[in-house]
Antibody
Framework: EVQLVESGGGLVQPGGSLRLSCAASGFTFSNYWMHWVRQVPGKGLVWVSRIKGDGINTNYADSVKGRFTISRDNAKNTVYLQINSLRAEDTAVYYC????????????WGQGTLVTVSS | QSALTQPASVSGSPGQSITISCTGTSSDVGGYNFVSWYQQHPGKAPKLMIYDVTNRPSGVSNRFSGSKSGNTASLTISGLQAEDEADYYCISWTSSSIYVFGSGTQVTVL
């Protein structure tokens, strides 16, 4: 069974940094693109970033380029999202999701981790 | 990249059919058969309902179907049931090698 478990969220001051983690199990992690999606409370889903199985190829939404960095450790079956210069508008639930094999959708999701940016 | 356009809300009575539209451009919805749909209940993670425009994952009711015409994709729920009350989001792959979600639609079962 595919499982994705996010962690690392919490309360952070504006301007601070945070690294989110998503631990994967139940599949050959290195074979899959992994994604981060965020959702401001009460608002819609927004795709944030993705990383290829080899960890080399990455893509980002224009709104987060330069402040967010996605990475992965295939030995630990974990994908990360480093968020710098946090702003109030980064307050959201952050989900990791597995990219489908040979297509462009998300076939498994984690339960999400809440990041709150506030002083 | 602007969000794909979905109606904010759609409602129907039990047993009826409803359709949710998802309008983009030729650079996303119209350019690729890579539109998927997700159902989200309050406080829960999204769940895949339709992928690659028309395909239904195993375990998803055949009351859910997808289609596309030009720059607009659609999700149809037939035989509406109380458990279908949720938020629905479309998402498309784009020519910029990124994804764009729809604005989301709240489905209410009257």
């Amino acid at each position: 069974e595919v499982q994705l478990v996010e962690s690392g969220g919490g309360l952070v001051q504006p301007g601070g940094s945070l690294r989110l983690s998503c631990a994967a199990s139940g599949f050959t992690f290195s074979n899959y693109w992994m994604h981060w999606v965020r959702q401001v409370p009460g608002k819609g889903l927004v795709w944030v970033s993705r990383i290829k199985g080899d960890g080399i190829n990455t893509n980002y939404a224009d709104s987060v380029k330069g402040r967010f960095t996605i990475s992965r450790d295939n030995a630990k079956n974990t994908v990360y999202l480093q968020i710098n210069s946090l702003r109030a508008e980064d307050t959201a639930v952050y989900y990791c999701a597995r990219g489908a094999w040979l297509s462009y959708y998300f076939d498994s999701w984690g339960q999400g981790t809440l990041v709150t940016v506030s002083s | 990249q602007s969000a794909l356009t979905q109606p904010a809300s759609v409602s129907g009575s039990p047993g009826q059919s409803i359709t949710i539209s998802c309008t983009g451009t030729s650079s996303d919805v119209g350019g690729y058969n890579f539109v998927s749909w997700y159902q989200q209940h309050p406080g829960k993670a999204p769940k895949l309902m339709i992928y690659d425009v028309t395909n239904r994952p195993s375990g998803v009711s055949n009351r859910f179907s997808g289609s596309k015409s030009g720059n607009t994709a659609s999700l149809t729920i037939s035989g509406l049931q109380a458990e279908d009350e949720a938020d629905y989001y479309c998402i498309s792959w784009t020519s910029s090698s990124i994804y764009v979600f729809g604005s989301g639609t709240q489905v209410t079962v009257l």
